[in-house]
T-cell receptor
């Protein structure tokens, strides 16, 4: 079935360092890949997304890269700040443009001041 | 401003009781989804709907039901609450571009 694997499950970095979270998806028909940030006790919020016709997308300190051949995509956060501490979820669209998203298990990022 | 809301935000109930969680969106989105979030399991899809009178089962649908009588609302019903259904429940909606927007969540405790 459709599956998204996300690694690592926890990540601790020093403030100012970069953080990278990686996801692998199983369905080659997936064409939409969003990333959500969830702060403690809050709802998941979209921070960046990418579609299959693009290999990379940046938004200030956040970037996402996509390798469709290898079926993996990554979130890169540069110059991390304590407020980046949260749980990050990757997701991939389900097949046949169903509108469904398949979520990874989440990565808890801790940025130490 | 358009938004998505959930109610109640917190609920305590007893095993065997029927519970309904409300989800309301004002974006006029056709697609609506219900997820549960538990430690170690991420976001798991319970039910979803592509429009009025359409409902579909997700990966963890047993013990849950939904109905869609209008575009704005997708209530989630636990027919007979079980302790295993203690969780945080999130509703989400999306348009054709597939970006899903989440509600604030409902914390449910089944005693």
């Amino acid at each position: 079935g459709e599956n998204v694997e996300q690694h690592p499950s926890t990540l601790s970095v020093q403030e100012g360092d970069s953080a990278v979270i990686k996801c692998t998806y199983s369905d080659s028909a997936s064409n939409y890949f969003p990333w959500y940030k969830q702060e403690l006790g809050k709802r998941p919020q979209l921070i960046i997304d990418i579609r299959s016709n693009v290999g990379e997308k940046k938004d200030q300190r956040i970037a996402v890269t996509l390798n469709k051949t290898a079926k993996h995509f990554s979130l890169h956060i540069t110059e991390t700040q304590p407020e980046d501490s949260a749980v990050y979820f990757c997701a991939a669209s389900g097949s046949s443009n169903t509108g469904k998203l398949i979520f990874g298990q989440g990565t808890t990022l801790q940025v130490k001041p | 401003d358009a938004e998505i809301t959930q109610s109640p935000r917190h609920k305590i109930t007893e095993t065997g009781r029927q519970v309904t969680l409300a989800c309301h969106q004002t974006w006029n989105h056709n697609n609506m989804f219900w997820y549960r979030q538990d430690l170690g399991h991420g976001l798991r899809l319970i039910h979803y709907s592509y429009g009025v009178h359409d409902t579909n089962k997700g990966e963890v649908s047993d013990g849950y039901s939904v109905s869609r009588s209008n575009t704005e609302d997708l209530p989630l019903t636990l027919e007979s609450a079980a302790s295993s259904q203690t969780s945080v429940y999130f509703c989400a909606s999306s348009d054709r571009k597939e970006t899903q927007y989440f509600g604030p969540g409902t914390r449910l405790l089944v005693l």
